[in-house]
């Protein structure tokens, strides 16, 4: 379906006039409805109080010439339509509340009527986007005084800045980063410089963003922040699509992803769109992408570059125009120099890279977002959840101290202050509650740091013999030394470890086979034992 053209401008107080001889004069809003090749649906006319008969005599011309035409009449009274300041006031109010439906509709300003001022204040929202529209500029005809709808063209002009304005976008992209941090008011300074310059790309860009850092650091809740804002400048008009890579394997992954063509596999009763035609025209967000496979991520990069891909199956490109950010908390590079992951596609996604930093990392943040997540457990809830001071000062002191770990970052802290919350008498969270939280916070971190086969693995190789050990390898052997620790014997420990071999008559002895699997690692049944 065709999207309807709507056009908005003022009411030319003196040249939409004509008085008694108006049909002999060329009247640019009259007139703009009068091209045969530029059908408008819908005229939103400005304009203020004292100028109502003309707008209705207006109104009802335009009837005439152009019957399909609606007008909607909205009323600005302005004290100085010359005074910069409060005409940009004014027609940024209205671009704000005005319903605009860029799906669905064409918008064009027209900038023929109007004060000079009131021309400039069009450029600058247009350029800014806060009104989603491109310039229309009306020329009468040679005789202008014959009337007639003389000539249109849809214009781009060199926009000039201006003191006060910048003032006001300062603040308004102070608002924006905010937005960005779910209104918390960080306090690390590197981290609100890198907001800053997302803030920035996110305006004026649609290249792909990639987002590092550690699990809960925030990815996903900054990817969609992203798209909000994005959203609120009318930069895109489809939906957010998020997807987690670790959950896809296989041709599942393709279909997912891709989508499928009915009959393509056992199973694929109907056609399936896939995620990425999904995302048209909004926002993909590709979740530790490093865990997609050679074949996904082939059809990923030419789908960023050719914005084609081929479902699974079908012999038919599909197409989508989305605008991809992935996260991750992988280094790629590492994984380029091992061949799993594709450097060309790094490469595409490596032009706007931003590391999000651990909360240990943030502790001059631990306590804004303390009382974000306080807040959020509030609205959820709909229960309150407080600190006494006693309570909060000791929190806050073990929060921002070595000893706390914060290993999920903020879904620990989360989760931390939805314990506390939930427990806490009429909502005061008390110090005997903290002092029950802290230990089991202590209690999970000791547990997973003991159980990490990373942290198992340390206990016996530097981290150069780590490097240069498989990923197979050291998950393989720190099973196997966990197995090892909880046994009183090598024997014991080789039974628990090859029983079904046993069981199948296909080990002779688990001891020997223990003892043989260690010596690979240059370890014996007394170091890894601790015996």
């Not at 905010?178 to 800053?196: D, P």
Request: glycine share 6%; aromatic share 8%; charged share 30%.
């Amino acid at each position: 379906m065709a999207r309807r053209r709507v056009v908005i401008g003022f009411l030319g107080t003196t040249m939409d006039a004509g008085k008694d001889n108006r049909w002999e004069r060329w009247r640019p809003t009259v007139a703009l409805c009068q091209h045969e090749d530029f059908l408008v649906d819908r005229l939103e006319l400005i304009h203020d109080a004292h100028s109502e008969a003309l707008a209705l005599r207006v109104k009802g011309d335009i009837g005439q010439v152009s019957p399909e035409t609606q007008v909607r009449r909205h009323v600005m009274n302005l004290k100085d339509p010359w005074d910069f300041q409060e005409v940009y006031g004014a027609m940024r109010d209205f671009a704000d509340a005005f319903p605009f439906d860029a799906e669905a509709e064409d918008y064009l300003v027209n900038i023929t009527t109007g004060t000079h001022v009131a021309q400039i204040c069009w450029f600058l929202l247009v350029e800014a986007h806060y009104v989603p529209a491109r310039i229309l500029q009306l020329t009468p005809p040679r005789r202008w005084r014959e009337g007639g709808p003389g000539k249109y063209d849809v214009i781009d002009l060199d926009l000039a800045r201006y003191d006060r304005i910048a003032t006001r976008f300062a603040v308004e992209k102070a608002e924006a980063t905010s937005f960005l941090k779910s209104g918390i008011a960080t306090r690390n300074e590197a981290f609100n410089r890198m907001i800053e310059r997302i803030e920035q790309v996110a305006a004026r860009s649609r290249a792909s963003l990639l987002l590092t850092g550690p699990t809960g650091a925030g990815k996903s809740q900054l990817a969609q922040r992203i798209y909000e804002l994005k959203k609120s400048r009318h930069r895109l008009k489809g939906p957010f699509v998020e997807v987690n890579c670790a959950t896809l394997r296989g041709d599942s992954a393709m279909s997912a992803l891709f989508g499928h063509a009915k009959g393509a596999f056992t199973g694929a009763l109907q056609d399936r769109p896939g995620l990425l035609r999904k995302a048209d025209g909004g926002i993909l967000f590709l979740d530790e992408i490093g865990e997609l496979g050679p074949d996904e991520q082939a059809m990923i990069l030419r789908a960023i570059e050719e914005k084609r891909f081929l479902p699974l199956g079908s012999d038919k490109e599909a197409s989508s125009d989305f605008q991809l950010i992935a996260g991750t908390n992988r280094d790629l590079s590492q994984d380029v120099a091992k061949g799993k992951f594709r450097e060309d596609l790094l490469a595409r996604l490596n032009l706007w890279t931003f590391e999000l930093p651990a909360l240990r990392d943030r502790r001059e943040d631990i306590e804004p977002n303390l009382d974000f997540e306080l807040a959020r457990f509030s609205e959820r809830e709909g229960a309150q959840g407080t600190f006494n001071r006693e309570a909060r000062e000791r929190y806050l002191a073990f929060a921002r101290s070595d000893r706390a770990k914060w290993r999920a970052n903020f879904r620990d802290l989360g989760a931390s202050v939805t314990r506390m919350a939930t427990l806490a008498p009429a909502g005061r969270i008390t110090e005997e509650i903290v002092t029950e939280e802290i230990a089991r916070l202590e209690a999970s971190w000791a547990r997973g740091a003991k159980d990490e086969p990373e942290a198992v693995l340390r206990e016996f190789f530097s981290e150069e013999a780590l490097a240069e050990m498989d990923l197979f390898d050291r998950v393989q052997l720190a099973a196997v030394l966990r197995v090892c620790r909880v046994h009183s014997s090598l024997s014991a420990a080789g039974r628990a470890l090859f029983s079904a071999s046993r069981a199948q008559k296909a080990s002779v002895n688990d001891a020997d086979r223990l003892r043989k699997y260690l010596a690979r690692f240059e370890l014996d049944w007394k170091t890894v034992a601790g015996k």
